[in-house]
């Protein structure tokens, strides 16, 4: 192996470990939504502005990230964005110990601040470690690690921020004070510690980035062309796919704790015997000492870890099948997956809804490689206005959970539903396209 090719190799390892480290942060964020729900009193719309300061971050720092990163370079870039991270994940410290809902959101927007700024700068970075006919596969591989990260973060999240009981405001009245302090500090710990720990985690790696040698790749961020890509018809329309795609997966993947627990499946879970074995396994606890949220938050785990291994079947197929195609059969099983939640209950209604995660997983790939096909030099911007639009993870939840508050989470799936099908229709729109060409 040449020097070269080893320089590359270590410089794809460290940046894939980015991935992985922002798939478990993103999906991290969803536990805090129950357990901020209950604490707080809140309803599910108010619970929902979590993912509004979450991803509205990408939507007012997609394109700024690009001019920073012009200026300073991609490897301090990486730096920058770990650090504004590990700033994100400090916050939550005072913000659990004053109990103040507006400090959590700034928490959390300061925290998906930094993961804009590393998305910006990482996933070119990817691209460029090699020949341009790998890049393809080089970005599969490092995002099969971020769905690494987004399976295995559930477990931890409802292990560390679920697993102990909530009191409701009329139970923390009737404590006497030592005992009303004492439960406000075991509170305001099951938020701090995971995130604290997190944050120490980004510091180091951040240090290493510091010294570690990385090829000087992408010193400068593209510039223009921004005008004559917004009268692209055909990447608009994929534009607007991400934007449902990420909010539907969002939506899905956040209210998942509230759905099932609306549904009274965590009784169901303890009565069944390979149920009740399957969240203890996840857990590495008895169902008998964990809350309820916990319990049935467990099998999130199995959505999320679905789009990890739908990635690698998607990866196969979209090389024997046209991209288009795949993207509308996916689409189809996501629609069917739903529909059938919808009109069941019970483990039918829980297994079909987690099973949408399976169809998920090739949807922001494809639609990405499906809208900048044949832009050529103007590929770069058009990445940029693309991940503008991961914007819809901070908008279609907040709508699905007032949804939910008026009328229940199963007529709420309508919203999802029309998500999907728009994913569908653009899918069928580029198959024709390809088929005239």
Known sequence: MTQQNKSLKTAFIFITSLFFLWGFITVLVDPLIPRLKEVFELTNFQSGLIQLSFFGAYFLLSIPA???????????????????????????????????YIVFLLAVFVLASGMTILQVAAN?????????????????????FNSLGTAVAPAVGAMLILSDKVLSTEEIEILNEPAKEAYYTSEASAVQSPFLGIAGFIVVLASLFLFVKLPKLLQKAPK????????????????????????????????????????GLADAIKNSEMM???????????????????????????????????????????????????????????????????????????????????????????????????????????????????????????????????FGFKTAFILVLLCYGYILFYGKIRSSKMAHR
């Not at 990486?78 to 109990?99: D, H, N, T, W």
């Not at 062309?225 to 991400?242: F, P």
């Open 224 to 263: 223009g062309g921004y005008g004559t890509l917004l009268k692209n018809r055909s990447l608009m329309m994929g534009a607007v796919g991400i934007f449902v795609y990420v909010g539907a997966e969002v939506a899905i993947g956040s209210y998942l704790v509230n759905y099932f627990d609306k549904m």
């Open 276 to 406: 009740r074995s399957i969240s203890e396994t996840i857990l590495g606890k008895s169902v008998a000492d964990i809350s309820n949220l916990a319990i049935v938050g467990a099998f999130v785990t199995f959505y999320w870890s679905g789009a990890m291994i739908g990635r690698f079947i998607g990866a196969y197929l979209t090389r024997i099948l046209k991209p288009s195609k795949v993207l509308s059969a996916f689409a189809i099983g996501a629609l069917l997956m739903v529909i059938i939640s919808m009109s069941t209950t019970g483990f039918v209604a829980m297994w079909s809804i987690l099973a949408v995660g399976l169809f998920n997983s090739i949807m922001f790939p494809t639609i990405f490689t499906l809208a900048i096909d044949g832009l050529d030099e103007l590929k770069p911007q058009a990445s940029g206005i693309l991940c503008t639009m991961i914007v819809g993870g901070a908008i279609i939840p907040p709508l699905y959970g007032k949804l939910t508050d008026h």
């Open 66 to 100: 690009g001019l920073i990163l012009s200026k300073i370079g991609y490897k301090r870039g990486i730096i920058l964005g770990l650090m504004v991270m590990a700033a994100g994940c400090l916050l939550f410290y005072p913000a659990a110990e004053s109990r103040v």
């Open 124 to 144: 070119p970075y990817v691209a460029a470690l090699g020949s341009e006919e790998g890049a393809s596969s080089r970005l599969n591989l490092a995002q099969a």
